[in-house]
Structure formats: structure tokens, C-alpha cells
């Protein structure tokens, strides 16, 4: 069976991921503006409450994923200590070095002292900026890592398709492999042929609510699509298990 994954921002969109049958949430801020950061604690222990699995991302800033200053791991540390206290099923995390390898020292440091024992790390699509992404998987399978969040190195996952593919089949089933950036619905049945362990959307739109001069410019918040959440859900269900039942109600 492929999981399906949404990200989320709120306990609201967590429940319409898992009414539209969801495997697991990732949750995090800021996602359409920055491609996600970590969300306060009070966000964590809210969508922790809703009752489906909760992968948090563990990112202090936006912009590339090479940690030079000590003080930055020193904040994920604390906030992945932090998310998994509160209840996080998972983290998500990733650190490259200068030259774009993984950062196996610092993902260290990010996971120091956090009960790693029972929850699983996802390294996000920090891995697309690798260009030996075979020798990357085997970092990261060294490292306890369960899977990747790749859209094998493209600006969508339809025109990574065929690295996708190659990802998984290097994987071998000891890390999974899951497919996230820019899918659409009708992407899936490929993502799906692929053989990727898993699929992940965004699945957003934007509410409109004018923030004023204090708001930063902004027009509108996001939120979870649960129609499009829905459609996406039910695409996977008919290629998963096309003679199956079950489908998610809208």
C-alpha cells in the first residue's frame, strides 16, 4: 500500500486531511511563502490532539539547508526535542554540508538527546539539491533515517519520474522513498507505477483575509483544499487497490 501524506499548517487542516483518509500530517508554518518552517509549540500539541500521525518539520529559517552557525542546529535541536515531547509521530528533518552532501554531523546534533526510539525521520527535500543522491540514500539508511521526501531533484515530480524510479529501485526497500513537489492529482497513477513508498501534497488554497498595513502584505492564510484532499485520496485508492472499497467520503 503507497501512504498518502499532506502537509498542513493547523489542527484544521489535519482533521480534513484525515476525514479525506491520510496516513500521516506533516505539519508546519509559513509553507507557501517559505516552503515550510517549524510551527510553535501550541500548533504541535493542537494538531497532536486531532488523533492522526503528526510529522513535524524541523526547520529554523527559510533558504538553503546548510547550517554553519551552531546556534541555528542548537534552535532544532531544541525544537525537535520539543516536537516530540508534545507528542510528534515523526520529524522532519535535513542539513547539507557546503558542497551539498548530507550533513551527517549536523543531523546529529539536531537529534541529540531526543528520544528517537518509537517516531520516524523523514530527511526532507534538502536530498534534491544532492547531485549522488545513490550515495546520499546510503547515508541516510546508515543513519536510521525511515524515508526521503523527494521529487527526484526536479521542480515537480512528473518530470522526476524517471530519477523517482531509480531512487526507488536503489532504496530496495531499506529506506522508503516519497514522492512530494508539485503534484497533481492526475500525477499519481504514474508516482504510483513508479513504485514510490508514498505520496505527499500540499493540497492548499488560499482563504482570503486582508492582513492591513500590519500584516505583512498579505491578502490571505492558507489552508488545506479537502476537496482537492479528497480527489487525490481517491486517485490513490482506484491504482492501490482498484478492485478494493473503502473510498474517502468528501
Known amino acids: 500500500m503507497t501512504a498518502l501524506e499532506f502537509a498542513v499548517q493547523d489542527a484544521a487542516g489535519a482533521l480534513g486531511a484525515r476525514r479525506a483518509g491520510a496516513d500521516r500530517v506533516e505539519l508546519c508554518a509559513a509553507l507557501g511563502s517559505t516552503g515550510g518552517l517549524t510551527p510553535s509549540i ?20 527559510a533558504g538553503g539547508f546548510v547550517y554553519a552557525d551552531a546556534a541555528e542546529l542548537a534552535v532544532m535541536n531544541a525544537d525537535a526535542r520539543a516536537a516530540v515531547s508534545a507528542g510528534a509521530a515523526g520529524l522532519v528533518i535535513g542539513a547539507l554540508t557546503p558542497d551539498h552532501r548530507v550533513d551527517g554531523e549536523g543531523l546529529s546534533r539536531v537529534l541529540d538527546g531526543v528520544a528517537v526510539d518509537g517516531i520516524e525521520l523523514t ?20 543513519g536510521g533515517m525511515t ?3 523527494t521529487s527526484g531533484g526536479a521542480p515537480t515530480c512528473a518530470e522526476g519520474l524517471d530519477e523517482l524510479a531509480t531512487m526507488v529501485d536503489h532504496a530496495a526497500g531499506r529506506i ?12 499519481i497513477p504514474a508516482l504510483h507505477r513508479a513504485g514510490v513508498d508514498a505520496i505527499h501534497l ?13 500584516g505583512g502584505g498579505t491578502s ?7 476537496e482537492l484532499a479528497v480527489a487525490a485520496a ?17
Open 176 to 187: 522508503q522513498i516519497m514522492a512530494g513537489g508539485g503534484i497533481a492529482v492526475g500525477d
Open 42 to 61: 501550541g500548533t504541535i500539541e493542537a494538531v497532536v490532539g486531532t488523533g492522526i500521525a503528526v510529522h513535524v518539520l524541523i526547520r529554523c529559517r
Open 147 to 149: 524515508r526521503v521526501l
Open 202 to 214: 500540499s493540497a492548499r488554497r488560499v482563504i482570503s483575509d486582508d492582513g492591513g498595513p500590519g
Open 123 to 142: 530527511f526532507h527535500r534538502g536530498i534534491d539539491q544532492i547531485r549522488d543522491r545513490a550515495a546520499a540514500l546510503n547515508t541516510l539508511i546508515a
Open 234 to 250: 481517491r486517485q490513490l485508492l482506484a491504482v492501490d487497490r482498484p478492485n478494493g472499497s473503502g473510498h474517502p467520503s468528501a
Open 220 to 226: 490571505g492564510h492558507e489552508q488545506l483544499d479537502e
